[in-house]
């Protein structure tokens, strides 16, 4: 079940993401979005684990999977710009 848990919170993440920071060259469609929020969640576990935000068991919550996400596509943007 937590796996499940994990792909939707990743797609509302990802949706939340991609209205916080809309644009043109951003992945689309449902898998790209759901895989957004996911690797955003995983960023920003391990930032908030890094820093000591977190325990070694804990993960971000819905709030940091948005951030993480966020990141993830000020980081797409980025490189997409420079190609």
Do not use: C, H
Request: hydrophobic share 60%; no cysteine.
């Amino acid at each position: 079940m937590s796996i499940v848990w994990a792909i939707v919170i990743g797609f509302v993440a990802g949706v939340i993401a991609k209205f916080i920071l809309p644009g043109r060259n951003e992945p689309s469609g449902f898998i790209l979005t759901t895989v957004l929020g996911i690797v955003g969640a995983l960023v920003a576990t391990w930032l908030g684990q890094a820093i000591g935000w977190y325990d070694a068991d804990d993960s971000a919550g819905l709030i940091g999977s948005v951030v993480g996400a966020v990141i993830i596509l000020l980081v797409w943007g980025a490189l997409s710009r420079r190609r």
